[in-house]
């Protein structure tokens, strides 16, 4: 097995019927990126840029900001590289520190994400200006985090549009055409989703919150994650109402939450219509070896039969069959 996903590393991630799909990396902290080279992948769908802000008494300025993103491009060696502005707050915690999001009585509800950085627009802009500078020799896309309404996608553009100017003012270099999409990982989010694609490039769902805020159960307590279900209906219907707005609109849509690198989900993924998935390194051998063994027009009949079942309990049965296939 360990020989069989070795060999698969050169190899482009195709199904069976000769379907390319987009596998892409998460990188959470700079060493992801050394098992990215290793593995292989067609670039980075999502760059966390917390690990900047977090274990400091300060937040990092414009420059230092600047070079970190030019040194991740450079990595990536000309592979496109989504990077999320920042995702602070419930989960992210900036632990001993006055700067940065008060926790509240229920941080996960509470200023988090693109809530934060709309909060503090010097924060944001010094952010927008270092990525803006970053796209100038490079495919960068900027990604929203948390976005939970239009308006919100509609305010951070106009902040980039701010952001453009100020380094126009200056004479610096940027893209003018630099790529911004929005995460869905809110319910109301993904069930107006069409609306969010009229004002954005791309979208990426982020399940881990999804799945959080769909079934109201804490991703970090450990009381109540038997509960955490990536295959609910309710679950699967947001995932299904996303992909259909993104292709309505006509933009990419891709998977950056945990599930997009779990191999048990990638068949019933794929008979979503998902084609672009991002995942931590570790995992992308494994769901490559998934989809070089999968033939797309197989998975109709029972995709749609997962989709038009309602009860949680017949859901394992129906991955089991899925995953049975051939
Ligand atoms: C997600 O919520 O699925 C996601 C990718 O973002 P994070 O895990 O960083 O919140
Ligand atoms: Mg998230």
Do not use: W
Not at 163 to 175: N, T
Not at 197 to 215: E, P, W
Not at 305 to 319: E, I, M, Q, S, V
């Amino acid at each position: 097995h360990v020989r069989e996903l070795k060999g698969l590393r050169g190899e482009p991630a195709c199904t069976l019927d000769g379907t390319r799909i987009q596998l892409l990396a998460n990188i959470e902290l700079p060493e992801d990126l050394r098992l990215f080279r290793k593995t292989g992948g067609d670039g980075i769908g999502l760059y966390r840029t917390e690990f900047l802000y977090m274990n400091r008494p300060d937040f990092p300025d414009e420059e230092e900001q600047y070079r970190s993103y030019l040194e991740i491009l450079a990595q990536a060696d000309g592979m496109p590289v989504t990077i999320r502005t920042l995702d602070l707050g419930a989960d992210k915690r900036l632990i001993g520190r006055e700067t940065g999001p008060d926790d509240g009585h229920n941080p996960a509800l509470g200023l988090r994400g693109i809530r934060y950085s709309l909060s503090e627009p010097g924060i944001f802009l010094k952010q927008l200006r270092a990525l803006l500078r970053a796209s100038a020799d490079a495919p960068l896309r900027i990604m929203l985090p948390l976005v939970a309404t239009t308006q919100e996608v509609l305010q951070a553009q106009q902040m980039i549009e701010v952001a453009k100017q100020s380094l126009d003012a200056r004479g610096q270099d940027y893209d003018p055409a630099i790529p911004v999409g929005a995460m869905i990982e809110v319910p109301s989010a993904a069930l107006t989703a069409h609306q969010i694609a009229r004002h954005v490039d791309f979208l990426s769902i982020g399940t881990n919150d999804l799945i959080q805020y769909t079934l109201a159960i804490d991703r970090v307590d450990d009381h109540v994650n038997y509960l955490y279900d990536p295959v609910h209906p309710s679950v699967l219907k947001l995932i299904s109402t996303t992909l259909q707005a993104g292709r309505r609109a006509g933009i990419p849509v891709s998977m950056c939450g945990e599930m997009a690198g779990d191999p048990q989900y990638t068949r019933l993924l794929l008979g979503l219509g998902l084609r672009d998935f991002s995942m931590h390194p570790s995992t992308l051998l494994e769901v490559k070896r998934v989809i070089t063994r999968t033939d797309l027009k197989e998975l109709g009949g029972r995709t749609r039969g997962f989709l038009r079942n309602t009860d949680p309990d017949r859901a394992p049965d129906l991955l089991r069959r899925l995953n049975a296939l051939h």
